[in-house]
């Protein structure tokens, strides 16, 4: 229990320090877009969550003893999928979105950073994969659970404080669920993170960008990769493509304004 709380306080304090320090760095460099209101705000602040987890994850390296290369497995799929997020955030367009559109755009030949981004997600979930198990049955559902899940938030993350919040609430879920040391340790530092930052992202002053939200995706994808069960991993998989077949034909937004509880949830803290 104690390392959880020092690692968590570590977290919080890394990110204290260095989330102002990248939201100013973007408004310099005018890495700015748009929000629902119309309003120019920094895009891009998941690329805080960067530097959080490679430092946080040195110190459990070099003082904890209950670590092992998973660690590293974490640390791969964020880098990667911050790579591919970040590269979205400043040349993408928003003129085809949706995995329909970025499938459609590869078969035309023509590939759009969303669709590097979609390729990247399933190239890394399938090396996560193969590395965690090496019977094929495993490997194909841990490739499709961790690529759906690191796309879930993306598809959540249109207004202020929402993936965070889902992300949040899966996260937590998952702990109660029973989830490995290492899957507690990277979700206590990325928790930190989340804490920080939620504020000015409930305020609309900056935006997670797809750096963000694919990046927090990625994490909750290997943690259940690692942590679940076949039969709950089966469940999760169920679970994600009902809500990636749904937000293909119906708005996300209008469905939770339409459920009471969601609205509230959604609207809280703002």
Do not use: W
Request: contains cysteine.
């Amino acid at each position: 229990m104690m390392l959880f709380i020092i690692i968590f306080i570590c977290s919080l304090a890394t990110a204290a320090l260095i989330i102002p320090m990248i939201r100013e760095m973007l408004i310099k460099g005018r890495v700015v877009k748009k929000n629902y209101n119309n309003i120019e705000i920094p895009v891009g602040m998941g690329i805080a969550l960067v530097p959080i987890i490679i430092i946080n994850i040195s110190l459990l390296i070099v003082f904890s003893q209950h670590t092992n290369e998973r660690l590293l497995v974490f640390l791969i799929g964020i880098l990667a999928m911050a790579f591919v997020g970040i590269i979205d955030d400043l040349m993408g367009n928003r003129d085809d979105t949706g995995f329909k559109g970025h499938i459609g755009n590869l078969l035309k030949g023509k590939l759009t950073t969303g669709g590097l981004k979609a390729v990247t997600g399933g190239m890394i979930a399938l090396f996560i994969s193969i590395y965690l198990k090496n019977r094929i049955l495993l490997i194909v559902i841990n490739t499709i659970l961790i690529s759906l899940m690191t796309n879930l938030l993306n598809l959540f993350d249109l207004r202020p404080g929402r993936a965070l919040k889902v992300y949040l609430l899966l996260g937590l879920i998952l702990f109660i669920l029973g989830i490995t040391i290492e899957a507690k340790l990277i979700f206590v530092i990325v928790l930190g993170f989340c804490l920080v930052y939620l504020p000015q992202d409930l305020k609309a002053r900056s935006m997670l960008g797809d750096v963000g939200s694919n990046t927090l995706g990625m994490t909750l994808g290997i943690i259940s990769a690692v942590s679940l069960s076949l039969p709950m991993k089966l469940i999760v998989v169920f679970f994600l493509l009902t809500i990636h077949i749904i937000a293909e034909k119906y708005s996300l937004t209008q469905i939770i304004k339409k459920v009471h509880i969601l609205d509230l949830l959604d609207q809280l803290g703002r």
